[in-house]
């Protein structure tokens, strides 16, 4: 099956059978390699790819399902305040569960530019980061939210 996607901002066509994993197509057809394998059971969040603004798990979604689709990877943070606030708080250790997390962070600042700890903690509900440093991510949600109120301040 040949399907069309826009990914990253990109038209993109992909041939694969239609219950092949979004997960699989942008890793070994689409050579995006920073989203991650996890659990492949959607218990993780490792694999949390954005599908038309909404966090997806890619390892779950066929993508037979999305044609015409506009999926957003991590690759498309290069620049965003989010990898400058994960940074500036050390928010990962062995880094495996950030790709995903900053997929979700990123859908929640686009649709609420000031969200409170607890509309953090509620969005990044999915995930799962077994080295513990969930305060430090939250705390990076925290100032990223902050760099763009002050990016947004003409
Ligand atoms: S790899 Fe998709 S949720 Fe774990
Ligand atoms: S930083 Fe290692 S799993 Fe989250």
């Not at 069309?4 to 066509?13: F, S, Y």
């Not at 694969?16 to 197509?25: G, S």
């Not at 530019?113 to 990044?124: E, F, G, T």
Request: glycine share 8%; aromatic share 4%.
């Amino acid at each position: 099956m040949r399907i069309e996607l826009i990914v990253n901002g990109t038209a993109r066509e992909v041939s694969a059978p239609p219950n092949t994993p979004l997960l699989d197509v942008l890793r070994n057809t689409l050579n995006l390699k920073g989203t991650r394998f996890g659990c492949g059971l959607a218990q993780c969040g490792a694999c949390m790819v954005l599908v038309d603004g909404e966090p997806v798990y890619a390892c779950m979604r066929e993508i037979g399902t999305l044609a015409g689709a506009q999926i957003t990877t991590v690759e498309a943070l290069d620049g965003h305040p989010l990898r400058a606030a994960f940074l500036a708080e050390q928010a990962g250790q062995c880094g495996y569960c950030l790709s995903g997390i900053l997929m979700s962070a990123k859908a929640l600042l686009d649709r609420n530019p000031s969200p409170s700890r607890a509309d953090i903690v509620a969005a990044l509900d999915r995930h799962l980061c077994r080295c513990g440093t969930q305060w430090r991510i939250i705390r990076a949600v925290e100032r990223a939210a902050s760099l763009l109120r002050e990016k947004a301040v003409p």
